[in-house]
């Protein structure tokens, strides 16, 4: 019997209810999951979070414990992964060594039995794609780690899956070629419209490059959303901490009334943005993104939430200057400004006062 999966017309890849054990390890927890047909979709997480588990899934390479695993509409939960109809690209870029370029691109269509003449032409346009036009002669060991990748993703494409699974595939590039590679799969998935399925554990690729991003931690999911969403409003402190940077200023709501009043674990009060379904006494963290906060000295009047501290450093990242300030409680406050000529510095050691807008501060209900 094939079980179709709801909302199949949507969705290229569903997960219902999909867990997966190694022995004792639970390393996979009942998730649920849609990814959108034509989205670039991110899975992105610290090492052990379940990522890789879950793209495995999807691919075929392990069985789940318990849930189904739908592709296009379909239950391909006991389906064989070579049957699965999908492409994946890793970080180690699988090549053969002892053939040529046109050969490795050539191989998934040999196998498929393509006739000749049809696998010249698709060789010579994904080469062309991938900017590697006349290279089919050489061997993988004549080109450089950012073109073996290419070729990688060329061989990939070169047969129209209409699902492509990466897992970590820049991470053994150096940062300028990741940088460009980042761009090269971004036109990619553009130019060709096929649903990409994209590990990770590097934040800034996966917000750079993804309509979708699934932040993932100890086997579950603990938000999904657009880059912007998971930056600026952010599910809970974890999802604030691990994507971007962040300031987290503990406290307990001690008013609700249009905003938040936050009585702080170390005396006085902040008002920040209200979060729905807070309560008075809730645990909460007030998030402050560093860009949004300023730095001024301890005596300049302000009507403007904000703590005081000792300004400890300040260190110059090109563009930007970042300001680093001691809180009475011994934490530590970031703060980033444009770098510019003329700007002024205050001097380190100095009693400073960081502050911010109302509506630049989120409260985040702490996980119970």
């Not at 049957?83 to 269509?109: C, E």
Request: glycine letters at 10%.
């Amino acid at each position: 019997m094939t079980l179709t999966a709801p909302d199949a017309a949507d969705a290229m890849v569903t997960l219902k209810g999909v867990s997966k054990s190694f022995g004792t390890v639970e390393a996979l927890k009942a998730v649920d999951l849609s990814v959108p047909k034509g989205q670039f979709f991110s899975l992105l997480g610290p090492s052990g979070s379940g990522k890789t588990t879950l793209l495995n899934l999807i691919s075929g390479s392990f069985k789940p414990t318990a849930g189904r695993v739908f592709i296009d509409g379909q239950d391909a939960t006991d389906l064989h992964a070579s049957k699965r109809g999908l492409g994946m690209v890793f970080q180690h870029y699988a090549l053969m060594p002892h053939m040529s370029i046109f050969d490795n691109i050539a191989f998934p269509l040999k196998i498929r039995k393509v006739p000749s003449a049809e696998i010249k032409r698709r060789v010579e346009e994904v080469l062309e794609l991938v900017h590697l036009p006349g290279v089919g002669d050489r061997r993988p060991k004549e080109l450089s780690g950012g073109q073996q990748q290419r070729v990688s993703l060329a061989r990939c494409i070169v047969y129209r899956p209409s699902l492509i699974l990466m897992d970590e595939p820049l991470g053994a590039l150096d940062k300028k070629l990741r940088k460009e590679m980042q761009l090269e799969i971004s036109r990619l998935h553009r130019e060709l419209g096929i649903t990409m399925v994209y590990v990770t554990h590097d934040q800034e690729e996966a917000l750079t490059m993804s309509d979708q991003i699934v932040v993932m931690r100890d086997g579950q999911i603990e938000q999904i959303g657009t880059a912007e969403e998971l930056y600026f409003r952010p599910a809970n402190p974890y999802t604030a901490d691990f994507i971007g940077d962040s300031n987290l200023i503990p406290g307990r709501v001690s008013a609700l009334n249009g905003s938040v009043q936050v009585a702080l674990q170390d005396g006085g009060t902040i008002a920040a943005l209200s979060e729905e379904g807070l309560s008075v006494g809730d645990g909460v963290q007030i998030l402050i993104r560093p860009e949004s906060a300023i730095v001024q000295k301890a005596d300049t009047a302000s009507d403007m939430p904000g703590l005081t501290g000792e300004l400890t450093d300040t260190m110059v990242f090109g563009a930007v200057v970042k300001h680093f300030i001691r809180l009475p409680n011994g934490r530590m406050f970031e703060a980033t400004e444009i770098n510019r000529r003329g700007l002024e510095r205050l001097a380190l050691g100095a009693q400073v006062r960081v502050s911010w807008r109302v509506e630049d501060g989120l409260v985040l209900r702490n996980r119970v």
